[in-house]
């Protein structure tokens, strides 16, 4: 076994040092009940080759479709050099970088990263250790009951992500947050709702999305107003690929942004890995979760970067951690730092032009064949409902015969499309024309 | 040598340069800046580098020559398995037709998928003895607290409402009681014997009717195994909690004993620790969750089923414990863990304890007269020194840590488990050899000596590494955590 | 050997109480101080807070540890200590004048349960 580099003279000769007589003397004091005497039933061992050829016949049974999926994920381009890099075995086979004087690399990449979503978010601080944004906004939720001391209820808008929304809800069963959701109104928050459901002094925090579920860029004017007076922290879990060109969280009044950062060209790999973003404003760094990097000096004088606050945290705080974060989401943070260092903020604007027009080129043409309707009459990007007059499953079904992904269906009449700088015009007129012939 | 490099990215920036390529405008007559909102766009420019493609390959390179992995050096970090990650496992995560799948792909469409994550957690069932895994959780502290809702959804569901109090020896990892707490349980510590193994005695009494469960990892933190888990798992049963398995140490017994064997009701597995998949700096990792039978319906939606036609599917259950992930955990990351096992194969896997048990015996007694040793006897796949046997030179175990930078070595865990004063930590893993340990053990034996004849070198290591020790306490009190900040 | 400060008192967890009529001003003793090292930060109440005795009102962190701050006497907080929010060294350099809150008393006869400069000595067994 090439991954196993004991001799039987090795063994033999370890062994002896260990005053040991045989293999099985390892594991002498374990009662016998609890060995595991039979063969696995598991394959037999393969050679690199017959993987190679056993995963490209798995592979084939995947289709390759055209994405015009979103809602939380996208396929924007991912650039050449990104995975030669971040395959680099100084990056990739670094555990925590817990001795800073041998892991300058992740420290400094890290700190480049907080820089860079700080950037886009407008917030003072954030961390790099986050799985994706359900769970960083999940973590939002918490701090913003950390912060609150006394209060324990959060408002989350009905116009956020299911899927974010559900593993919020999850989290807060258990560590016993009550949630209630804000009602929506053409598409966008209900501010009216949202006031009175902050009348009874009770909520610590309040959740809004920036695109929100349905693509729509939401106006918040006055919002972090109406959170803040009644004593609220204001919660963004926002796209970050949008903010290169939408008004930013903090711009917003907003306290905490989070959010999923795959957008920033990580491929989609049916998942994961990503990395979720959590930022706040400096009040609130005490209360942020996770690893987080700061500069300093060594002893000679010398710029440096180290793992700080670290008395937050859950090897230090135990029980007492507002959070269990262990991971720093690493090398899914450095994909993303690469990726915005090739763009710069002229690159992402590039993106969002290119996936805007597109989309509304798109939405255009759909109303054009009389099937569709725009579902809401409000500003978005890249992602749109429509509402169909034909069964969206019959559509996403005509759609998947010609090798697309036709969206997501949010119920049988109304279907949520994105577009991304990668969509061709052929690839967008073949939808539109499966749609018409319908 | 390029080690003193010492820019960042945005000190490389020059206004202009671009590191992009993207396709040509497909649609005439779209123009968002006019298109969208003014009070809807944001005012403030980001400032982002500019710079060339061949500006971030450079820089990236530099900074990776300013790190140390475990293809750099021997990286003996107790209760982290740093084996060997094959990079045969990152061709197959890189694969084109699994890359490129979106989570909202059907089903028949993703056929190949489903099948690597069943065969994945069919596998891992196998390993561990237990029922059905789900591959849904991030990371082992994500697995934990998956672990830990599936507990208390159990009481729940058995309208058992009293029961949230969670048993956590004090050998834990932090990580156990954050989880804990968390999910809304409260934490009680069991006391360890002197031999470093749960006391049973000071168990007993915790056990009533208020407590859900307990947590243990076994080998322990201490990398002793306990040895009367079917003792306390009859006493935990019966008081009517469940048995938590930590599967931070689960190298220790892969192949030879299992956790489901041992009684223990739930578990989670790092992959990134057992499997060999890459610890990439601190993550991405996974951590897939299993349980006995009886316990199935619990784990978190969606679930990944195949029929009876042998087609795959993705089910939901409503007496689940809920959602805990965008979809099905860290796709990639299951993907090479599952090239490892297809690697290692059933003939193979069996080896992976007892090799790595071998070389954490080999070196711990080939160094125990340098090192104080507070718990003798056959250890698992890890052991603690309580810092150097001669107390009297004044040389911490953070020194010795930071000598072994010098020598080429990445530092052992120190100051864990909170047990001993001066906790070094090692786990030498399956994949290092005879050689490797040996220059180690050399290693380890002169920093001790250096300790004695010239203590002021180990004080103040590391001499030659790219930064030496840093200001800490500054970096604490002012924290700047962005280059904005740092730059005043 | 760890500075103790005559008329006050101290309690097993290291926090001693200086009562002035009905205030007490609680901070950490030297040993604390000494135990955690360069201290970075002191997690504080907030004024009009409730304290109880032998329970937790805030932290002390060092830059890798973390240790909680257990009122040795209930009452309500007044005053916090707000110096120590920019320079959270003052405790590592006199903790005995920089307190960390100021108490209005709700049992001033709680102060007998805690230990004399003498037994605190004792206790530390310096």
């Known amino acids: 076994m090439k991954y196993f580099p004991h001799t039987p003279e090795d063994i033999d000769s370890m062994l002896q040092v260990a005053g040991l007589k045989s293999m099985d003397d390892l594991y002498g004091e374990i009662p016998s009940q609890l060995l595991f005497n039979r063969e696995f039933a598991l394959p037999e061992a393969m050679s690199e080759a017959e993987i190679r050829k056993f995963i490209d016949s798995l592979g084939d049974k995947n289709g390759k479709l055209v994405c015009f999926a979103g809602a939380g994920v996208e396929d924007h381009y991912a650039p050449s050099i990104i995975n030669p890099i971040i395959s680099r075995g100084e990056f990739l086979t670094a555990y925590t970088p817990y001795q800073p004087e041998i892991s300058q690399g992740t420290l400094q990449y890290i700190f480049e990263y907080q820089s860079m979503i700080c950037e886009l978010t407008g917030m003072d601080v954030t961390n790099a250790s986050m799985y994706d944004g359900c769970t960083a906004t999940a973590e939002a939720v918490m701090m913003s009951v950390a912060a609150a001391k006394k209060r324990n209820k959060v408002l989350l808008s009905a116009t956020m992500n299911p899927k974010v929304k559900r593993v919020v809800e999850t989290y807060a069963k258990y560590n016993g947050i009550e949630i209630e959701t804000v009602a929506e109104k053409d598409g966008v928050t209900d501010i009216a709702d949202l006031e009175a459901k902050l009348q009874g002094d009770d909520v610590a925090g309040v959740v809004l999305a920036q695109p929100n579920f349905y693509g729509i860029v939401e106006d918040y004017s006055g919002v972090a107003d109406v959170c803040h007076a009644k004593k609220a922290l204001m919660i963004m879990n926002v796209n970050p690929m949008s903010l290169a060109v939408l008004k930013t969280p903090t711009e917003w009044g907003a306290d905490i942004a989070c959010g999923d950062a795959q957008s920033l060209g990580i491929p989609m790999n049916y998942g994961g890995p990503y990395v979720g973003y959590l930022a706040c404003t400096n009040s609130l760094v005490r209360k942020l979760p996770g690893r987080i990097v700061g500069s300093t000096t060594d002893v000679d004088g010398k710029r440096a970067f180290v793992l700080t606050l670290q008395a937050r945290e859950q090897h230090i705080r135990r029980e007492k951690a507002n959070s269990n974060i262990c991971s720093n989401q690493s090398l899914m943070a450095l994909y993303v730092t690469i990726y915005m260092s090739l763009m710069g903020s002229k690159g992402l604007k590039e993106v969002n032009k290119l996936s805007y027009a597109g989309a509304h080129y798109l939405a255009d043409q759909l109303v054009a064949t009389g099937k569709c309707t725009m579902a809401y009459d409000k500003p978005f990007l890249n992602e749109f409902a429509v509402k169909t007059t034909v069964d969206t499953k019959t559509i996403q079904a005509a759609l998947l015969e010609k090798g697309i992904l036709g969206g997501v269906r949010i119920s049988d009449d109304t279907l949520l499309l994105c577009v991304t700088e990668q969509r061709t015009k052929a690839e967008m007129d073949l939808l539109v024309e499966t749609v018409k012939n319908l | ?488 | 050997m760890s500075k103790i400060v005559e008329g006050l008192y101290y309690a097993e967890s290291h926090e001693y109480v200086k009562v002035e009529g009905e205030y007490g001003y609680v901070g950490i003793t030297d040993y604390a101080q000494h135990e955690l090292g360069n201290v970075v930060y002191v997690d504080m109440p907030d004024v009009d807070d409730e304290v109880e005795a032998g329970a937790d009102f805030g932290a002390v962190e060092s830059v890798k540890a973390a240790s909680d701050l257990i009122s040795p006497v209930s009452g309500t907080v007044v005053e916090v200590n707000d110096a120590l929010n920019d320079q959270p060294e003052l405790i590592n350099a006199d903790p005995y004048a920089n307190w960390v809150i100021k108490v209005q008393l709700s049992d001033a006869s709680e102060v007998q349960n805690l230990m004399s400069a003498e037994a605190y000595k004792a206790f530390l067994g310096e």
Do not use: W
């Open chain 2, 1 to 488: 040598m390029i080690r003193n490099y010492d820019k960042l990215i945005f000190e490389l920036s020059k206004e202009g340069r671009v590191g992009y390529s993207l396709p040509k405008k497909q649609v005439e007559g779209y123009c968002m800046c006019c298109g969208l909102p003014e009070n809807l766009k944001r005012e403030s420019k980001p400032e982002l580098p500019e710079v060339t493609e061949f500006d971030v390959v450079r820089h990236y390179t530099n900074l990776s020559n300013k790190n140390f992995g475990v293809d750099t050096g021997f990286y003996p970090l107790g209760s982290c398995t740093m084996k060997y990650n094959p990079r045969i496992n990152e061709e197959i995560a890189a694969h084109h037709a699994f890359t490129g799948l979106h989570p909202e792909t059907p089903v028949e469409y993703a056929q190949g998928a489903l099948e690597v994550y069943y065969n994945l957690a069919a596998s891992l069932s196998e390993i561990s003895g237990l029922s059905a895994f789900t591959l849904n959780p991030y990371a082992g502290a994500h697995g934990e607290l998956t672990g830990l809702m599936i507990m208390r959804q159990y009481h729940i569901q058995r309208g058992d409402l009293k029961r949230t109090k969670v048993i956590v020896p004090d050998s834990a990892h932090g990580t156990n009681p954050a989880s804990a707490a968390v999910c809304g349980l409260q934490i009680v510590e069991v006391k360890s014997t002197a031999k470093g193994t749960v006391d049973v005695e000071d168990l007993k009494p915790l056990l009533d009717d208020t407590v859900a469960g307990i947590m243990m990892t076994n080998p322990n933190t201490l990398g002793i195994f306990e040895t009367e888990i079917p003792e306390i798992s009859r006493l935990v049963h019966e008081c009517g909690g469940l048995l938590y398995y930590d599967g931070a140490n689960l190298n220790a017994v892969l192949g030879k004993c299992r956790p489901g064997d041992m009684g223990f009701d739930i578990m989670h597995i790092n992959l990134h620790k057992t499997f060999s998949t890459p610890h990439g700096g601190g993550g991405p990792g996974d951590g897939p969750v299993g349980v006995r039978e009886g316990l199935e319906h619990l784990l978190p939606n969606p679930q990944v089923k195949k029929s009876d036609d042998g087609k795959f599917y993705i089910a939901t259950d409503e007496k689940s414990s809920g959602y805990v992930s965008n979809f099905l955990g860290n796709f990639g990351v299951i993907m090479r863990a599952y090239t490892y096992i297809l690697t290692l194969g059933r003939e193979n896997v069996k080896m992976v304890g007892p090799l790595a048990v071998l070389n954490a015996n080999y070196v711990k007694e080939s160094l125990k007269n340098e090192y104080y040793l507070p718990i003798e006897g056959v250890c698992k796949h890890e052991f603690v020194f309580d810092g150097l046997a001669d107390k009297s030179t004044g040389v911490t175990t953070l020194d010795i840590a930071k000598r072994l930078l010098d020598y080429g070595y990445h530092a052992p865990t120190i100051y864990f488990p909170l047990l001993f004063h001066q906790s070094i930590m090692i786990e030498p893993t399956e994949t290092e050899s005879k050689e490797t340990l040996d220059e180690f053990i050399a290693v380890m034996k002169k920093v001790a000596k250096e300790a004695i004849e010239n203590p002021d070198v180990v004080k103040s290591a590391p001499h030659t590494t790219p930064v030496r020790r840093l200001d800490e306490t500054t970096a604490a009190r002012f924290p700047k955590t962005t280059y904005k900040q740092m730059k005043g």
